[in-house]
Every structure is written in C-alpha cells, then in structure tokens.
C-alpha cells in the first residue's frame, strides 16, 4: 500500500501512484521494518531534480523493481526540501563514506535508522561502472539475511563517525579586520578572471559570497572586491544561466562559461539574486543590474506566486518537448528555424546574432540557450523589444514546465527581503505588496500560537515538519528588511519572536553554538549543525545576521552577544573556506561596520522631506545598516524614542557604536555620512 496520498509534498505526491509501498519518514515505516525484520530503503529527492525523475520513471514505476522492494524493504521516500535535517544527516555519511553526494539520494538503513549502504542514482541496468539498481537491491537484501552482524557493526561505525564530526568550540571571537582581509585573499586566489564566478564546471552563482564582496567594498573602499562582484554579476547576466526572455536565474551552469544551465528555477536563487542585483544597483548605478534585479522580482512575482500570496519552490528542468516527451531545457532553447517561424527571416537573424543562436547550437541537438554574448555593435533598441516580446510569446504556447508549490518558510524569507528591497529601491510597491503578502501568509499559516515555525504548507495548509534553523532565520531577516521599508514596527516584533526561538531552542548556551534543529525537535541519529553555506546562506550565519540586525534594531546586548558568539566559527573557517561561508563574512562585515542604526523622524509617514530621507537611508550601502522610520511620538520602533523634529522638520540620526552624529535634515548630508569608510 502507498502512503504518500494526501501528503503536503509535491514531489511526494509524485510518487502516490508508484507499484512502490512508500512510507513518509515516519516512526511507524521504522516500527513496521522492526517488525517484518527487513532494512529500510531510504530514497531522498525532490520535485525540481532530474534524475530523480529519471530514477522514478526507471526503477520506481516499474513493476517487477517494485515487487521486490515491497517484499524485502520498507521504503521511505523524503523530500529534501521539507525535511532538510533528515537530508543533511544521511547526506553527510554518503559523503563520508563516497567522498560525493547529490541527489537522487539512495541509503539503506537499519530499523534503528542506521546507515549502512549508500549511493545516488542507480541505473535499472549496469552501465559507466555502475551496478543496476536490482542488483544493489539483491546484494543489500542478501547482506542483510546472510552477514547481519556485519551490517550492524558498518551501520555502528557510521553512527560512532557521525557523532564526532560535532563541531568543536571555535571560540567567541568574531573575525576582525585580518580575517576578513585573508578571506578576501583566498577569493581572489579562486576567482576566475576570465569568466567571473569561482571555480570550475559545474558552476553555481555565489550569491552569498557576493553579498560578501559588496559590504566589504562599502566598509573599506576596495576596488578589487567591487570588481569581482560586477564581472561575476555581469557573465551570469549575459550567459545562458539568465533567462534573457523571462527574467530569473536558472540553478547552475554545467560549464564554466555560464552558457548551458541545469535549468530548474529555485526561489531561493532568485531571490538572492535579485537581492544581490539590487544592492550592486545601489552600489554602482548599473543599468544592467537594475534590469536584472526588477526582472527577476517580476519573474518572481509572475511565475512564482501562488494563490495564498506565497512563493513556489521551484519550476522544473524539464517540460514536455512538444512530442510528449518531457525533456530537460525545451521550455527554453531555441534553433535557428524556430526563430524565424516565430519572428520571420529577417529578425530572426537579427535575433540569432543578438542572442548567439547557432546552426551547431550550444546546447544539444542543434538547440541553442539564448545569451547575450555580443560585445560589440549596436542594435535598435525598440526593435529588440520586439524581438524579445514576440519569442516569449511563442514560448508561452509550449507546454511549462511543472511547478513545486509548496511554500517553504526560510525562501519566502529571502523573497520577502529581496521584494521589500527592490520595491522601495526603484520604487515599485507592487513588489513590496507581495513582500507582505508572502509575510502575512507566513503569520497566518506557518506560524502556531507558540510562534513556532512550520516548515511548508501548499495550498494554504500548514505541513507537518518543524521549522529548522534557516526558517526562523531567513523569516526574521525578511521581517526585518520589511520592518525597515514599510516603518510596521509589527515586522519587528514577529522577528523577535523569531529570534527568541534561535536563542531559546538553537543555540548551546555553553559556547554559542547553533544546531540545526531545535532541542526538542525529532532526535535523529545526529543533531545537524553546519555552519557552511549551501545553496542558500547556512541557518547558523543567516541567523547571526538576523540576531545582530535585531539587536541594533532594539539595542539589545542579549542579541549582540549572541550574534558575536555565532560568529566565532566565521572567525575559524572564514580564511580557509571563505567561498563556503559567504554569508558568514557578509554579517561580520556588518559587526565591523557598527552596525550603523537610522532612525528617520517627521510628522507623517507620507511627509515628502520624511520619504527622501527614509529613501536615502534604505540606499545607504553601509553594511548591515538598519533602518527605522516613524513619527517621534510612535512606540513601534525603539530607534526612534527620544528622537524629535528638527526645527519642525524631518531629521535623520545615524549611531554606531554607542556614538551618534548630529540629526540632519538634509538627505545628501545623510547620504555622505552613510557612504564615508
């Protein structure tokens, strides 16, 4: 019998009609291997991955395979992306134990919940040196009758590793002015120059790392940082990673020129991205980044959204090629012919040579992803226009790819942060609209009378996993940019909310350690705890920054204090791995930096001298700087007590450190304040 009817998860739902009897992690899949005496097959993806599609449609779907993991196995499938503690867990020993991980993720364990066998995507027939997956299936099910005190002593061994890999206390201190500099060393020694990005194939956009590059450009005058952060910004706007039709970011590159994407559109990597391109905006006045980041808040907006006022995880790889097939990229790429049946013969060559469409293609089968690859020539502008309005068009009429809408709490938190940011940065409320009609949703569905996070919900019901350490951080940062754009001190006080979770059930009061999950969360094999950014930003940085933004919000040492704590592991990994804990830099950046505290006062909110300055000080690039805007007499922000009218007029005052400079208001004196080193 399959059991994943009825579940919140779409990739789970996916597999409600596999021949497979699949349990969702569960206590009672467990209590029912205990009692058959079978191990359990643990089977890890999600809805927006390949080849878990691949494995699904091979191995999955097929009856015979099914069969005999129904008589030998309990089978658990997992989304990673709602249960990320049970993904990062097994993730680690696959990778402890291959030196490689990814996803399909494919473990077998004991009833106890041991690991003892692992791998990724399995065949249905051997091929490259890989086994098929009947005869993994065969080997583990004979181990597991014929040589049980060997799997129990591999499955002991594992846990015994596991369970010394905890991070040691890294000390207190956050990273000074040293530590940031060698982390921007060790940048520059893995930059690669010639195409932007870090590293080689495949290549996957640094967002976090920029954000990075971007505050310590701001706080110290660095040139070579800002360079890294615009060439980098630039090649992934121009390559094949960018939708240049749509607007948003596809997940990586396959290669390193950023020409052919893997082509699932996360929320989270646009939402960090369309942050990034916002605040290089701010930084350098670039046209292209001011494009890049209002057509990826559109993206986000348009394709995205659902119903609720929430934000989908992720649009699919792959979608139907227009011959029933479903294959990955066909939504997207484009051949010479196809140009011209859509645009005419003409402005199809115009077409072809402004976005590097080829007869040889550079993507498969004569196909090519669009870019902008040209460097030279000039083109009519409205003629282009044109060009780009007709094609997506066309590409609207082929089938879409299918869309994750399940509303994962810590993404709408970097949605909300990126949409508040962009709306107020070039004026566009609608964006910040949506900023809160993602935040409400999360008040009103995610949130229990506790104030505890849920993790997911689809279709406005809430799902039944706990929030994680990344929830409650990358919702407080998204309350918090809110609190700033909108002056709501509301968004203030749920982030505080937020942040008392992170202090009371996250952090080891002994070190200021953070863990994963929550103290009294589902005890797993381990407690996951990484301080290292994925994907996204690491649960432990995100929250450090959302603790330190909290705390010179409210002047509140409790917060600071543990904010610096969190940092302590920044101070140790930041100039060995800094491409790994961008995110962590980025928020010691802001320490460095005071972080500066604005508090905007005049008689109104809508008063046109009390909008210009709250303008200016949301474009202030000081890293980490909170903004507070009221009337003096409002109680909704503690920045703004005792912080009257200037001579009737409306005032800005700026603090870090304990000291402040004297109300001004003049917003191009409040601007130059902001921007001085």
């Known amino acids: 019998m399959n059991r994943l009817a009825g579940v919140t998860s779409p990739y789970l739902l996916q597999h409600a009609d596999n021949p497979v009897d ?32 691949v494995m699904a449609h091979e191995s999955f779907e097929d009856q015979d395979t099914a069969d005999f993991l129904n008589a030998h196995f309990v089978s658990v499938k997992v989304d990673r992306e709602e249960r990320p503690d049970v993904d990062a867990v097994y993730m680690e020993a696959v990778q402890a134990a291959t030196g490689q991980g990814g996803w399909p993720m494919t473990v077998f364990l004991t009833p106890d919940a041991e690991p003892f066998y692992f791998g990724t995507y399995f065949p249905p027939e ?25 799997v129990g002593e591999v499955a002991g061994k594992i846990v015994r590793d596991l369970a010394q890999r905890e991070i040691g206390h890294q000390g207190t201190r956050p990273p000074g002015e040293q530590e940031l500099a060698q982390g921007l060393l060790g940048l520059t020694r893995e930059y690669d120059a010639q195409r932007g990005g870090f590293g080689g194939a495949p290549k996957f956009p640094p967002s976090m790392v920029l954000e990075f590059l971007l505050r310590h450009h701001a706080r110290t005058g660095a040139e070579g940082a800002l360079q890294m952060a615009q060439d980098t910004c630039e090649r992934m706007a121009r390559g094949g990673l960018y939708d240049q039709l749509g607007g948003g970011f596809a997940r990586y590159s396959v290669d390193r020129d950023w020409v052919v994407p893997h082509f699932e559109k996360m929320l989270y990597d646009n939402a960090l991205l369309c942050r990034v391109y916002a605040h290089l905006w701010r930084a350098t006045g670039s046209e292209l ?79 090519s992803v669009l870019q902008l690859p040209q460097d030279e020539g000039v083109f009519d502008a409205e003629k282009i226009a044109s060009v780009k309005r007709r094609l997506l068009g066309a590409r609207a009429r082929r089938p879409a790819p299918g869309r994750d809408d399940k509303v994962v709490a810590a993404w709408n938190g970097l949605a909300i942060a990126a949409l508040a940011e962009t709306g107020a940065y070039f004026d566009r409320p609608d964006l910040t609209e949506a900023a809160l009609g993602a935040a409400d949703l999360l008040v009103r569905v995610h949130l229990d009378e506790h104030t505890r996070l849920t993790r997911t919900s ?33 968004w203030l006080d749920f982030a505080g909310l937020l942040v008392g979770h992170v202090l009371a059930r996250f952090t080891d009061p002994e070190t200021g350690a ?67 804990i961008g995110w962590g830099l980025a928020v010691a950046e802001a320490l460095l930096d005071g972080p500066r505290e604005i508090a905007v006062v005049g008689p109104s909110l809508t008063d046109p001298a009390t909008t210009a300055l709250h303008r200016t000080a949301l474009l202030g690039t000081a890293p980490g700087a909170v903004v507070a805007v009221g009337t003096p007499d409002s109680e909704e922000f503690p920045l703004l007590a005792g912080r009257p009218l200037v001579s009737g007029q409306a005032a800005a005052y700026v603090c870090r450190d304990f000291t402040c400079d004297a109300p001004t208001t003049d917003p191009d004196r409040l601007r130059t304040t902001l921007e001085s080193h």
């Open 289 to 367: 980044a001011r494009r890049v980041a209002l057509e990826t808040a559109d993206f986000m907006v348009r394709e995205l959204r659902t119903a609720e006022g929430g934000f989908a995880s992720a649009l699919d790889a792959d979608s139907d090629d227009g011959s029933g097939r479903h294959v990955e990229g066909a939504y997207y790429v484009w051949t010479p012919e196809q140009l011209t049946g859509v645009l005419g013969e003409a402005d199809a060559q115009l077409a072809a040579q402004f976005f590097g469409v080829t007869e040889e293609g550079t993507f498969e089968h004569g196909q």
């Open 514 to 580: 953070l863990y994963d999950t929550a103290a009294d969360a589902e005890q797993l094999i381990r407690r996951p705890q990484d301080p290292t950014d994925n994907a996204t930003p690491s649960g432990w940085s995100a929250a450090a920054g959302a603790l330190l933004g909290y705390a010179a919000q409210t002047g509140s040492e409790v917060h600071r204090t543990a904010a610096e704590r969190a940092l302590g592991v920044v101070g140790a990994l930041g100039p060995r791995v800094p491409r790994f």
């Open 22 to 53: 699949w349990w969702p992690w569960t206590p009672e899949a467990f209590e029912e291997a205990r009692r058959r005496d079978v191990p359990v097959l643990l089977s890890v993806g999600y809805s927006a991955c390949h080849w878990c599609h």
């Open 458 to 490: 689809k279709d406005g019901r809430a799902g039944a996993n706990s929030g994680v350490l990344e929830d409650y951080a990358d919702v407080a940062e998204g309350f918090l940019a809110l609190a700033s754009v909108t002056g709501e001190g509301v």
């Open 126 to 150: 051997p091929r490259h040196g890989m086994p098929s997956f009947r005869q993994v299936l065969e080997g583990v099910r004979q181990a597991w009758s014929t040589r049980r005190d060997e």
